[in-house]
């Protein structure tokens, strides 16, 4: 059965840093991109980060760019972001997201994804 657990969430002051991590497991096939995805309430969901197992690419929206990074590890089935500087508007549910059917690369639409964690709360707040 494929999961997907995130870890790492938090409250933390403006300015200040997380790290998320996201393992991966169940999976069959070799070629997966896995992204970050947020959302706010009252708002659609947004991809923030993606890592391409295809060709190691790193893709992030410019909201975060410079901030966060996106990396893997363990195999590849492990990966992590790193959020620093981080805002009050970056407050939300912060989602580890799988996609298979894009051969290792990130998708271009969050509902392109096809596996979904089941969310980390993420506050930044004084």
């Known amino acids: 059965q494929v999961q997907l657990v995130e870890s790492g969430g938090g409250l933390v002051q403006p300015g200040g840093s997380l790290r998320l991590s996201c393992a991966a497991s169940g999976f069959t096939s070799d070629y997966y991109a896995i992204g970050w995805v947020r959302q706010v309430p009252g708002k659609e969901r947004e991809g923030l980060a993606c890592?391409?197992?295809?060709?190691?690419?790193?893709y992030y929206t410019d909201d975060v760019k410079g901030r966060f990074t996106i990396s893997r590890d363990n195999g590849n089935s492990t990966v992590n972001l790193q959020m620093n500087s981080l805002k009050p508007e970056d407050t939300g549910v912060y989602y580890c997201?799988?996609?298979?059917?894009?051969?290792?690369?990130?998708?271009?639409?969050?509902?392109?994804?096809?596996?979904w964690g089941q969310g980390t709360q993420v506050t930044v707040s004084s």
């Open positions: 997201a799988v996609g298979v059917s894009g051969w290792g690369f990130c998708p271009r639409m969050v509902d392109d994804y096809d596996y």
């Open positions: 890592i391409s197992s295809s060709d190691g690419g790193t």
